[in-house]
């Protein structure tokens, strides 16, 4: 089955820049989504087909994928970014489902 | 605006069985997917199956084939998901989500607040 490999956590002072990795074989080939999840909550998609954002997401939230890696950018950071991200794709293989990312704890300093 | 909202917490004894129900309102039923993705404590999410409720049909993940049954409601908008076998692993809340139907299956736009399942003897 397909895997999704995410850093366990990333760290980040206020105002700077966050990144997140995903990692997949040949993830560039596929359309991957972001979610934000914060303690107690269902999560919250801020980045849709590879570099989408919904309405009402702020343009601090960006993505890319390319080759085996895709990426989360939040930008001037603030503290209500902090949170749980995951990412996810549509795996067309034999599984033929859903995939999320092993998540990654994002640590506003 | 989807709404989707769920049944309540649901405490079950191992070896049974447990129906959640997630109701939309606000959107065009038809036109959306329905999947069930659960996180059991201090884990991540990991997608069960989905249906698109006018076709009826419904997948799932390889890891709950035989155990989960997904149906849907078009005459009230409502989804199902029905895990049976119950064991404490299965511990953990239930989400639905729907996302649009297109040619490659979408991300989850709205989500429902979650269902705690909790199985104890």
């Known amino acids: 089955s397909y895997v999704l490999t995410q850093p366990p956590s990333v760290s980040v002072a206020p105002g700077q820049t966050a990144r997140i990795t995903c990692g997949g074989n040949?993830?560039?080939?596929?359309?991957v989504h972001w979610y934000q999840q914060k303690p107690g909550q269902a999560p919250v998609l801020v980045v849709y087909?590879?570099?989408d954002r919904p309405s009402g997401i702020p343009e601090r939230f960006s993505g890319s994928n390319s080759g085996n890696t895709a990426t989360l950018t939040i930008s001037r950071v603030e503290a209500g970014d902090e949170a749980d991200y995951y990412c996810q794709v549509w795996d067309s293989s034999s599984d033929h489902g859903y995939v999320f990312g092993t998540g990654t704890k994002v640590t506003v300093l | 605006q989807v709404q989707l909202v769920q049944s309540g917490a649901e405490v079950k004894k191992p070896g049974s069985s447990v129906k959640v129900s997630c109701k939309a309102s606000?959107?065009?039923?038809?036109?959306?997917?329905i999947s069930w993705v659960r996180q059991a404590p201090g884990q991540g999410l990991e997608w069960m199956g989905g249906?698109?409720?006018?076709?009826?049909?419904?997948n799932y993940a390889q890891k709950f084939q035989g155990r989960v049954t997904i149906t849907a409601d078009e005459s009230t908008s409502t989804a199902y998901m029905e895990l049976s076998s119950l064991r404490s692993e299965d511990t953990a809340v239930y989400y639905c989500?729907?996302?649009?139907?297109?040619?490659?299956?979408?991300?989850?736009?709205?989500w429902g607040q979650g269902t705690l399942v909790t199985v104890s003897s």
């Open positions: 087909d590879d570099s």
């Open positions: 989500a729907s996302s649009p139907i297109v040619v490659v299956p979408a991300a989850f736009d709205y």
């Open positions: 606000g959107g065009t039923f038809s036109s959306y997917a």
């Open positions: 249906i698109i409720p006018i076709f009826g049909t419904a």
């Open positions: 040949n993830i560039g080939s596929k359309s």
